[in-house]
């Protein structure tokens, strides 16, 4: 009787643990766009050629409107997935996200994918940069995200290290240390989008881990 009720134990957790795996492996599948199934949350960087007159403060939607040609800074604000300013035309932008970090171990609490669409040509680099309250200077990360569309299909590539984190050298000694956003260390967080005619790029968060060490 024992042996039996053993045996049914070890076949249950037997299936627990590959219906976990299954579930596992099914949330992290990638799509035909590259990008990998299961809930995110969408932003949209859309490049206009005039500015907007609006006043878009508390503006929640999942878009930011940003310059065609020339820089816009994001600035960053910890929290739950947010838009709080959508106009970027006038030079800044804000928008809310999630500590990436809290623990600066290299694995992330959710992932950054983007992709370049539009009409065929454009391009944009988009730089995380934040202030050193110990030197005064702002910092840039030395690692960006370069986005360009090409003609053809356009595929998602997983950008959680280069947009979550800053590479920057603090200590003063050549060497670059990794910082993730909202490191007390620093303050002022924001991505620079320096942009050459991109229209368009999206970014999809989801709540699944990268290692970027």
């Known amino acids: 009787m024992l042996k039996t009720w053993t045996d049914r134990v070890r076949r249950l957790l037997i ?14 599948a990638q799509t035909g766009n590259g990008a990998i199934s299961g809930p995110h949350y969408n932003l949209n960087l859309i490049g206009v050629d005039q500015g907007k007159t609006a006043d878009m403060t508390g503006d929640n939607g999942h878009r930011i409107f940003v310059n065609l040609y020339g820089n816009t800074k994001i600035l960053l604000f910890e929290g739950d997935f947010e838009v709080l300013d959508a106009n970027g035309t006038d030079g800044t932008a804000s928008f809310q996200l999630p500590n990436p970090d809290p623990e600066n171990d290299g694995i992330t609490a959710y992932s950054v ?25 702002f910092l840039y990360s030395a690692e960006s995200v370069v986005l360009v569309r090409s003609t053809g299909k356009s595929t998602f590539d997983n950008v959680s290290r280069e947009l979550l ?49």
Do not use: C, H
């Open 113 to 137: 994918f983007a992709r370049a669409l539009g009409k065929p040509g454009g391009n944009g680099t988009i730089t995380p940069t934040a202030f050193d309250p110990t030197t005064g200077e």
């Open 15 to 28: 299936l627990g643990l590959g219906l976990m795996a299954l579930t596992a492996s099914q949330a992290l």
């Open 165 to 213: 984190y800053l590479f920057v050298d603090l200590n003063g000694d050549g060497t670059l240390e990794r910082v993730p956003l909202f490191d007390d260390r620093l303050q002022d967080f924001a991505w620079s989008y320096d942009n050459n005619g991109l229209k368009l790029v999206q970014l999809r968060f989801y709540e699944v881990p990268t290692n970027v060490n």
